[in-house]
């Protein structure tokens, strides 16, 4: 097909071969790291996490200097929180620039150990833009009993989240603590991490954040429930399923879709 271009003088010519070149030069300059980490859209992911962090930290979903958020910036790079600092006091230096090896491109100071666990997913997901990792209390207790609460009880939760999966424990910031999402990333946006927090992924690091949000809510309620001393109402199957259509139509995950597709 002939190629053409607009001059600046608004005639369409041919495509020259210094056009191309200049195009050349452009996208290998987009994609340094020095200018995607001060492009726009770095600028606006980073008010982005700090955002996120403070929210995290009011609602005591992070303690001490744990939990870490991440973001995807463009194909190569991820935004993520440093190392031991509180999420309340994040400014914008503080946030670093790494590729998916995890090596820190810019930044001030040192990445989080447990980036690894978010590379992991994003590599395994594409559909995994933003993470967010925490410890909220009453999901980590869950994550202490290495068991996830049980399904069919509040249409939100069901809608958003579903069934959570449970991942074994591991030494957090190594490589096998990494893996241990790697089974279940694909069908299932909320990972509990055995004997230390929880893991959510979404196309944004707001979206993550309300998974949290909505887990340890769950987590929270179906505790308080317990204690009524009656038994639980669930959600007949038939008016799940109508859930699990809407879900399907929306390419939200869920381990019962991969099921019913026979993908496990
Ligand atoms: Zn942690």
Redesign the pocket.
């Known amino acids: 097909m002939e190629q053409t271009a607009v001059s600046p003088t608004g005639q369409v010519r041919e495509v020259t071969q210094a056009d191309r070149e200049a195009l050349r030069a452009q996208r290998s300059e987009e994609s340094s790291p020095l200018v995607a980490a001060n492009s726009i859209e770095a600028e606006a992911l980073r008010e982005e996490i700090i955002l996120v962090g403070r929210k995290l930290w009011e609602r005591q979903y992070v303690d001490g200097n744990?939990?870490?958020i991440s973001v995807r910036l463009g194909a190569k790079y991820v935004l993520c929180t440093p190392t031991m600092i509180s999420k309340r006091d994040l400014e914008p230096a503080d946030i670093c620039l790494s590729d998916l090896e995890g090596n820190i491109l810019a930044g001030d100071r040192l990445r989080t150990s447990?980036l690894l666990l978010h590379l992991v997913i994003y590599k395994a997901n594409r559909r995994a833009r933003a993470i967010v990792?925490?410890?909220p209390p009453h999901a980590t207790a869950f994550a202490m009993t290495g068991t996830a609460p049980p399904i069919g009880l509040i249409s939100e939760y069901e809608t958003s989240i579903g069934p959570a999966a449970v991942a074994p424990y591991e030494t957090?910031g190594t490589k096998a603590f990494a893996e241990t999402v790697l089974p279940f990333v694909e069908d299932h946006n909320t990972i509990l991490?055995s004997n230390?927090?929880i893991v959510c992924w979404s196309d944004t690091v707001t979206h993550a954040e309300w998974l949290v949000e909505t887990f340890e809510t769950y987590c929270k309620t179906y505790l308080i429930a317990q204690q009524i001393g009656k038994p639980l109402n669930f959600i007949p199957a038939s008016k799940i399923n109508e859930i699990l259509a809407l879900k399907r139509r929306l390419g939200y995950p869920d381990a019962r879709l991969a099921r019913l597709e026979g993908r496990d």
Request: hydrophobic content about 10%; aromatic content about 0%.
């Open positions: 744990g939990g870490n447990e990792h925490c410890h957090p991490l230390h927090g």
